[in-house]
């Protein structure tokens, strides 16, 4: 017989299911036997302990896990019955049954909401122009040059984009503060490590020179007993350095991966480089508009029980990602509120994904997915053992399906969609500033 199904609420459902107390003891018989002949109990030969003496030691715990199955055997089965498309798990709770026959537990869940979307017409999307030509490769071998100059020390001031070795304390109202020493300090100035107007100050600054100056202290500063505050600090230059960017030459080529120094295939990687980026980036560019703007005009429920799956997995996540950088997580405290906002966003938009993935057939074909691996790839030394390494097993195949579902969908708003070509920057979409 079919469990009745109650109605909590929108989402929530309720019911009732009954596990034959017969089926369980049998089972749970069953799994002592098997259990007993290879179980090990002091004072008995292996495999000879006495039935009893195994269901003492383990019958609690094989009656639970007997109850588990047969349990979620029975709610698979009404859940097919009634139809449902469950959302996160069940909550069972068992309840007194005194004198029958059978065990009773309710099941309570929620099941996946109605998605009504958002009509894609209605969406306005900008779509950055950006265009690639020689001035862009020139800009991107400057930055290359940059990140491989070497720096020679000089009889002269300091100015922006020198390094500067330097002795420096600082006092707070006329004493020391943590963090306000340091010596043999190496600072590139102009960067940006330290506070503007502490670098600002080393500018005309040559070796052997000293220098006293006042430094405030953001509001929002991280060491809160600094925040707001003006210090006092006296610094001593010890080196004066400045930067000597490498020639663009055969040499420079070779260092960057053009095995016969040729400077002109250099540029024609760059900007092959650059245009997978900038393809990247206008890509994302779309995306985030596409998905704020479905899920602003979409109209669904959401599931408590999905939001507080993805709440846990984002708090796995910057455990993970915090370990991984070195930091006790164990001293750290996460609550769900410091993650509920994204995970509400997340499921909203899983869910209005899915719904227009269902309904409009976007489905990825094989030759896209290996299109955006090949893609990937490109940017690797030996790009055919990086596709090689995806296709080794399905599962590395996962994110690269996920991101060209997308893409489908991202394609299909906009041939609906109100969209108008910006000419845009290149530093501006390469966040440069």
């Known amino acids: 017989m079919t469990p009745q199904l109650e109605v909590l609420s929108t989402l929530e459902r309720r019911m009732e299911l009954a596990l034959p107390s017969a089926v369980v003891a ?16 002091d004072g008995f030969r292996p495999g000879k302990a ?4 195994v269901a003492r030691l383990h019958g609690a715990e094989v009656h639970q896990e007997v109850i588990g199955g047969v349990l979620q055997q029975k709610f698979g089965e009404a859940v097919a019955e009634h139809q449902l498309k469950v959302a996160g798990y ?6 007194p049954a005194e004198g029958s026959d059978e065990i009773i537990f309710s099941a309570t869940f929620e099941v996946y909401p109605e998605v009504k979307l958002g009509d894609p017409a209605e969406l306005s999307i900008q779509r ?17 040059r940059k990140q491989r100059r070497e720096f020679v020390a000089v009889e002269r001031a300091a100015q922006d984009g020198d390094m500067v070795k330097l002795d420096f304390s600082g006092t707070l109202y006329g004493q020391p503060f943590r963090g306000g020493e340091g010596k043999d300090y190496t600072v590139i100035v102009g960067e940006g490590r330290l506070l503007k107007e502490f670098e600002d100050n080393l500018q005309g600054l040559s070796a052997g020179q000293e220098k006293t100056f006042a430094v405030t202290f953001p509001e929002d500063y991280q060491a809160k007993e600094l925040a707001g505050k003006t210090v006092s600090f006296a610094v001593r230059v010890t080196q004066v350095s400045a930067p000597q ?15 016969d120094g040729d400077v002109a295939k250099l540029r024609e990687e760059i900007k092959g480089n650059l245009q997978r980026e900038v393809r990247r980036r206008v890509m994302g560019r779309l995306k985030e508009q596409v998905m704020s703007q479905l899920a602003e005009k979409s109209e669904l429920e959401l599931p408590n029980s999905l939001v507080g799956l993805e709440i846990e997995r984002l708090a796995d996540l910057a455990r993970n990602d915090l370990a991984s950088q070195g930091m006790d997580v164990k001293q750290m405290k996460f609550t769900a509120d410091m993650f509920e906002e994204q995970a509400k966003r997340r499921v909203r938009l899983g869910l209005i994904l899915a719904e227009l993935i269902k309904v409009h057939g976007l489905t990825v074909k094989p030759e896209q997915v290996r299109a955006l691996v090949e893609e990937a790839a490109e940017s690797y030394e030996d790009p055919t053992e990086v596709v090689d390494w995806y296709y080794a097993q399905p599962s590395r195949l996962q994110e ?20 108008e070509d910006v000419a845009t920057a290149f530093d501006e979409l390469m966040g440069r500033g």
Request: no cysteine; charged share 35%; glycine share 4%.
């Open 26 to 41: 049998s089972e749970v018989d069953s799994r002592l036997k098997r259990l007993a002949k290879r179980t090990r109990v």
């Open 50 to 53: 006495p039935l009893a003496v």
């Open 90 to 95: 069940p909550r069972f709770e068992g309840k």
């Open 128 to 144: 950055p122009v950006i265009t690639i030509g020689e001035a862009e490769v020139d800009k991107t071998l400057e930055i290359l």
């Open 245 to 259: 960017l490498p020639a663009i030459d055969a040499d420079f080529a070779r260092a960057l991966g053009v095995e």
């Open 400 to 419: 690269m399906e996920s991101l060209a579902l997308e893409e489908n969908v991202v394609a299909w708003v906009m041939e609906k969609a109100k969209v």
